[in-house]
T-cell receptor, first 115, second 114 residues
Framework: GNSVTQMEGPVTLSEEAFLTINCTYTATGYPSLFWYVQYPGEGLQLLLKATKADDKGSNKGFEATYRKETTSFHLEKGSVQVSDSAVYFCALSAVHSGSARQLTFGSGTQLTVLP | DAGITQSPRYKITETGRQVTLMCHQTWSHSYMFWYRQDLGHGLRLIYYSAAADITDKGEVPDGYVVSRSKTENFPLTLESATRSQTSVYFC?????????????FGEGSRLTVL
């Protein structure tokens, strides 16, 4: 079946540090890949996405590249801010058990950025 | 306000009671979803719906019932709540075929079963 494995948290960084959150996936077919972010007390919102191999998604200084050869979609940001403190979820969209395409989420990585 | 809203935001109930969580969206999105969020498990799909009167099971459907008589509403019912159903529940919607596009999430309903 489809699955997403992402880096265990929590991750604590100082402001302006470099961020990497690892994400690898297992899927049949040709999945689309996503990063969602959840700020405290809120629902998830889409951060970025990539729909085919070698695509790079980017938003708000975050980037992730769809690597089919390593089945990975690692999230990076060159200089984090306190306002980036949140939980980050990697997800894939693929056909599930012959039914409509569904999102499968990783377990989430809590990021705390200290001033 | 336009968007996707869930109610109640917080609910405490007792084992064996029936609980209904409401979800309402104003975008006329075809697809709607219910997820539960538990520490260490991320989000797991409970049920989804492709259109009014069309629903299907997700990864963890046992103990839950859904209905979709109108496009904009997708209530989730726990017919006899158990402690293992203590969780944060998120409703989501999308216009395109399920999962291929961006999902829009509600703010969540935190349910505690005593």
């Amino acid at each position: 079946g489809n699955s997403v494995t992402q880096m265990e948290g929590p991750v604590t960084l100082s402001e302006e540090a470099f961020l990497t959150i690892n994400c690898t996936y297992t899927a049949t077919g040709y999945p689309s890949l996503f990063w969602y972010v959840q700020y405290p007390g809120e629902g998830l919102q889409l951060l970025l996405k990539a729909t085919k191999a070698d695509d790079k998604g980017s938003n708000k200084g975050f980037e992730a590249t769809y690597r089919k050869e390593t089945t990975s979609f690692h999230l990076e940001k060159g200089s984090v801010q306190v306002s980036d403190s949140a939980v980050y979820f990697c997800a894939l969209s693929a056909v599930h058990s012959g039914s409509a395409r569904q999102l499968t989420f990783g377990s989430g990585t809590q990021l705390t950025v200290l001033p | 306000d336009a968007g996707i809203t869930q109610s109640p935001r917080y609910k405490i109930t007792e084992t064996g009671r029936q609980v209904t969580l409401m979800c309402h969206q104003t975008w006329s999105h075809s697809y709607m979803f219910w997820y539960r969020q538990d520490l260490g498990h991320g989000l797991r799909l409970i049920y989804y719906s492709a259109a009014a009167d069309i629903t299907d099971k997700g990864e963890v459907p046992d103990g839950y019932v859904v209905s979709r008589s109108k496009t904009e509403n997708f209530p989730l019912t726990l017919e006899s709540a158990t402690r293992s159903q203590t969780s944060v529940y998120f409703c989501a919607s999308t216009l395109t075929s399920g999962g291929s596009g961006e999902l829009f999430f509600g703010e969540g309903s935190r349910l505690t079963v005593l």
